[in-house]
């Protein structure tokens, strides 16, 4: 029974994932079926099937492909109902917010909706003034791969739906072009893969791989700063699948001139074929979001109620559809109908004690970081540039941005108003010396533990 190969992978995974993050994510799930390539992972909530989807599914097709070369598609199914708040996942103690998600499990024909993580579909996401050229120019991208705009470069900030978009570019080219060859993934995976390969001395499969493919669906392109390997790789990916009018779709959360440390030859071919912005969204659109969110979840909201979220959560996406999301199972376990009175209260508290814990556990990283390398909190958050004080405020940002899930201008305000590109620049260095640099590897790993004890 390949359902077997189960522990395996949960050790594989805790090598690789800070063990707060690994004991509240990834220890309470389970492989529960193979069919024809198809894996299912069953969680406990939604909580634990965002996170996994968002952090790890690449990961565990990677570790189950490794056992098995005919998988074809990796999905979670929630098998157990949140029924006491002891079930909600503990990671808030540590800080973290689970990143909010209201995918509907899929049911009809998973492999589908699934391979390659393409989970999100250009039907459920709502257009409006904010990101009508990247809807539009997504879609004409999705009708006819490798003839419109090649590349299409969506950026906007986070939680603006991005990643969202590219996805449903995807699914929609699978179910369309069903020969298509398509790759979805992240700049990091891309990154973590090729430096894995040159480990390997397999370079030549790794180039085939992301060579050989119609579509490729790369996210979040700013991570190549700085790392100039990488950049190489992908410039000559880049040419020769544009060269033979393959598609390529990238996101970023700016513009490609404004990507710090890119090659010029990257900044110019990324503006080559369209590059489109996605704003934030406005009340009226908030409202429509909102509406569509409470639909997938099958959860009749008030109109005052949607107003109500929709004038007090305005910063992204993602957020609006975690307060609503919140709302929605804080009521459910108060067994409770949702006025506006028991919103605005519900809501209030969920605010407070988000930003109370983010407060306590961003307080504490630096803090840590601080007495372990010896430097004071003050010089952290000053503006001393010297090489004992900028290690530290790197690790910093590092911890904020991987382990506490911060953006980059949070964590720009939190360490005393610094620029984020900045702190992009900060992260992304520890980030690549964690890859070659043990003593670095070392720190991270004994801070994670001193922050999780
Ligand atoms: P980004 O990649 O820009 O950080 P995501 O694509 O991950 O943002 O979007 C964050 C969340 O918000 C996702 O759950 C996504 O489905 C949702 N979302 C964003 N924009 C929209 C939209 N216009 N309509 C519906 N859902 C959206
Ligand atoms: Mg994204």
């Avoid at 539009?136 to 906007?156: D, H, I, R, S, T």
């Avoid at 700016?254 to 890119?262: F, H, M, S, V, Y």
Wanted: hydrophobic share 40%; net charge negative; aromatic share 8%.
């Amino acid at each position: 029974m390949k359902t077997g190969i189960w522990p395996d992978i949960l050790a594989a995974l805790e090598q690789k994932t800070s063990k707060p993050n690994f004991v509240t994510w990834l220890k309470p799930t389970q492989l529960l079926e193979e069919k024809n390539g198809l894996f299912v992972i069953g969680v406990p909530n939604h909580y634990t099937k965002n996170w996994l989807e968002q952090h790890a599914l690449n990961d565990i097709t990677q570790l189950l492909t490794q056992h098995y070369p005919e998988v074809r598609a990796v999905s979670c199914v929630i098998t157990e109902p949140i029924t006491s708040l002891e079930d909600l996942p503990l990671l808030q103690s540590f800080g973290t917010q689970p990143e909010e998600s209201t995918e509907p499990v899929a049911t009809e024909s998973p492999e589908d909706d699934l391979a390659f993580g393409l989970q999100h579909r250009f039907e459920n996401f709502v257009v409006g003034n904010n990101n009508r050229l990247a809807f539009a120019a997504a879609q004409v991208v999705a009708e006819k791969p490798g003839e419109a705009y090649n590349p299409l470069f969506l950026y906007g900030g986070v939680g603006l739906g991005k990643t969202h978009l590219m996805q449903a570019i995807g699914s929609a080219i699978r179910l369309n072009h069903p020969k298509k060859k398509i790759i979805y993934t992240s700049c990091e995976t891309f990154t973590s893969e090729f430096i894995e390969a040159l480990r390997l001395k397999e370079v030549s499969s790794f180039k085939k791989k992301y060579r050989n493919v119609d579509v490729l669906l790369i996210d979040d392109i700013q991570f190549l700063s700085n790392k100039e390997g990488t950049q190489e790789e992908f410039f000559h990916t880049f040419n020769i699948l544009h060269q033979a009018k393959r598609q390529i779709v990238m996101t970023a959360d700016r513009l490609p001139r404004e990507i710090a440390n890119l090659e010029e030859r990257l900044t110019s071919r990324f503006g080559w074929g369209m590059v489109a912005d996605i704003q934030s969204p406005n009340y009226e659109t908030r409202v429509a979001i909102l509406q569509a969110k409470a639909a997938e979840q099958g959860v009749a909201i008030r109109p005052e109620v949607m107003e109500f979220i929709a004038n007090t959560t305005t910063s992204n996406v993602r957020e609006l559809e975690g307060s609503l999301t919140r709302l929605i199972s804080t009521a459910q376990l108060d067994a409770v109908e949702i006025t506006l009175e028991y919103a605005a209260r519900a809501l209030k508290e969920i605010i407070r004690s988000s930003k109370e814990k983010s407060s306590v556990s961003s307080k504490k990283v630096i803090q840590t970081v601080a007495q372990y390398l010896g430097v004071e909190v003050m010089d952290i958050l000053g503006s001393k540039r010297t090489k004992e004080i900028v290690y530290p405020r790197q690790l910093v940002m590092y911890l904020l941005r991987n382990e506490l899930g911060y953006s980059f201008p949070q964590i720009g305000d939190l360490l005393g108003g610094k620029d984020h590109t900045t702190v992009m620049h900060g992260e992304g260095k520890i980030a690549a010396l964690k890859k070659t640099d043990d003593r670095v590897e070392q720190d991270l790993t004994t801070l994670q533990t001193l922050l999780s004890s």
